[in-house]
């Protein structure tokens, strides 16, 4: 992940300076050398989320996360010594569980049945309210704070087209695919599913896209997808319908 970037003119909330070499609380262990350990870690992420999603990025205080959080605020710096780290992590964190939730994907499995599968989930992952929430944050300050939004996008955007792309180059040595840029590629079958059911979302419109129209998107941009870069008859079949229309919708799958 990208470094964070010097906040010397911005307005941040840093450790105080009585506070910059707190301890834990007795029956609160400190991170090792290796790491923090990941239940007291998920348990300060799992209290920033619930703040953050209540208060926004500039109405949360480390106070209330660490209230939230079940810690003391001393322990909180422990592990976070600015709420931009803090942000920044939780970011981090959702993005790649939920890239590691959609984007499971067995180059030996079918074609048609796993894109549909990563399409239905990537998109029932994007429509989440805590995550759409979560990305007007990270829109909303990216402007002062440009390394959040590259954080999210490596973690997330970025993590889901090289998974893709793993996946894709697999296919395409089986010769089921012809693709000249598996990244351009993976990046188009993505923002095909985001395009007319997340954008409107993220600027305002809080209106869930019913089962019919989700289905619509997934038909669309997989039909599309395989009618571009496949090479078999059941690809060009399913371009025009003639495959998806019997196959089953996937339900959504968990990101946490």
């Given at each position: ?82 709420k931009e780290n803090l942000f920044t992590a939780l970011v981090t964190d959702e993005c790649k569980r939920t890239a590691e939730a959609c984007f499971d994907l067995d180059p030996d499995g079918p074609t048609v049945e796993t894109l549909r599968g990563l399409a239905c989930r990537y998109i029932h992952a994007m429509l989440e309210p805590g995550h759409i929430r979560t990305v007007r944050m990270v829109i909303g300050v990216g402007e002062k704070l440009p390394d959040i939004g590259r954080a999210y ?104």
């Amino acid at each position: 992940m990208a470094s964070l970037p010097d906040f010397a003119h911005q307005r941040i909330e840093r450790r105080p300076a009585g506070e910059q070499h707190a301890e834990s609380e007795p029956g609160e262990s400190a991170p090792s050398a290796s790491g923090s350990p990941p239940t007291k870690q998920g348990q300060i992420l799992r209290g920033a989320r619930e703040v953050f999603l209540a208060s926004g990025f500039d109405g949360a205080s480390m106070g209330e996360i660490a209230r939230a959080a079940g810690v003391s605020k001393g322990t909180l710096y422990v592990y976070f010594d600015s709420k931009e780290n803090l942000f920044t992590a939780l970011v981090t964190d959702e993005c790649k569980r939920t890239a590691e939730a959609c984007f499971d994907l067995d180059p030996d499995g079918p074609t048609v049945e796993t894109l549909r599968g990563l399409a239905c989930r990537y998109i029932h992952a994007m429509l989440e309210p805590g995550h759409i929430r979560t990305v007007r944050m990270v829109i909303g300050v990216g402007e002062k704070l440009p390394d959040i939004g590259r954080a999210y996008m490596q973690a997330g955007q970025e993590a889901g087209v090289a998974r893709l792309s793993g996946w894709l180059r697999a296919k395409i040595a089986q010769g089921e695919f012809v693709i000249e840029d598996v990244e351009m590629a993976a990046w188009q079958f993505m923002l095909g599913c985001q395009g007319k059911l997340i954008m409107p979302m993220l600027f305002g419109d809080n209106t869930r896209p019913d089962a019919a129209t989700i289905r619509n998107v997934v038909d669309q941009t997989v039909g599309s997808f395989l009618g571009a870069f496949g090479t078999s008859r059941a690809a060009i079949g399913a371009h025009y319908g003639t495959e998806l229309a019997g196959a089953p919708f996937p339900p959504p799958a968990s990101a946490g």
